[in-house]
């Protein structure tokens, strides 16, 4: 996944960032950072295939799958969390057992195996937006992107949550985390920062 010379201006001239080169690498997390304005979910959108930049050209490797994890977590209310890691098991052609099975492992890598049975209206904001990164992970995509994961969190809730995301790499993603938490920043293996691409 390759940015070269990235840059993007809004039809009305408002220019967000320019010369943005960069290769997110398999099994990194890396920490997209700047003011807010500065274009982070702009260029997740770019990154995504979602928006064409202005400038510059985007490679992604061929039958790259985006997959996004938004600020909000949403889930449904009377499912169980293990439901929730199990569907993407699921649709890739697990039974419900071997899913499960996965499901549980995928949870535990995210502090959640104890709340495997508990349905999803049942979690705490913590435990809702790390299932919401355990979802994203069983469903193995090459490409993860996520969104301010800890802006609407409180302190230890963003904590929790921080925990998790140095793992989200494990299994060989690569992944992009737009963020302006220094604790967030700090979890990550790599920084871009758009302030410097002003
Ligand atoms: N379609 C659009 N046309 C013009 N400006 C836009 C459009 N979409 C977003 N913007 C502006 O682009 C700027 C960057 O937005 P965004 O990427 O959301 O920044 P960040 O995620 O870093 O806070 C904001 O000032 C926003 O108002
Ligand atoms: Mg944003």
């Not at 809730?157 to 494990?170: C, K, Y």
Request: glycine letters at 12%; hydrophobic letters at 45%; a negative charge.
């Amino acid at each position: 996944m390759t940015l070269e010379g990235v840059g993007h201006v809004w039809p009305n001239g408002t220019v967000l960032f320019d010369l943005v080169d960069r290769t997110f690498g398999e099994g990194t997390v890396t920490a997209l950072v700047g003011p807010s304005g500065s274009g982070k979910s702009t260029l997740l959108a770019i990154v995504a295939g979602m928006l064409r930049p202005t400038h510059g050209t985007v490679s992604r490797p061929d039958g790259c799958r985006p997959l996004w994890v938004f600020q909000n977590p949403h889930g449904v209310a009377r499912r169980r969390a293990l439901d929730h890691v199990a569907l993407p098991l699921l649709a890739r052609g697990a039974d419900r057992r071997s899913a499960d099975v996965g499901a549980l492992a995928v949870l535990g890598r995210f502090g959640l195996e104890h709340r495997a049975h508990a349905r999803f209206a049942e979690l705490s904001g913590g435990e809702a937006q790390r299932l919401m990164l355990a979802r994203g992970i069983a469903s193995a995509p090459g490409l993860m992107l996520v969104d301010e994961p800890t802006a609407q969190l409180d302190r230890a809730t963003a904590d929790e949550v921080n925990r998790a995301i140095g793992s989200l790499a494990d299994s060989g993603a690569c992944v992009i985390v737009a963020t302006h938490d220094d604790d967030t920043m700090a979890a990550c293996d790599d920084v871009l920062d758009l302030g410097r691409h002003r």
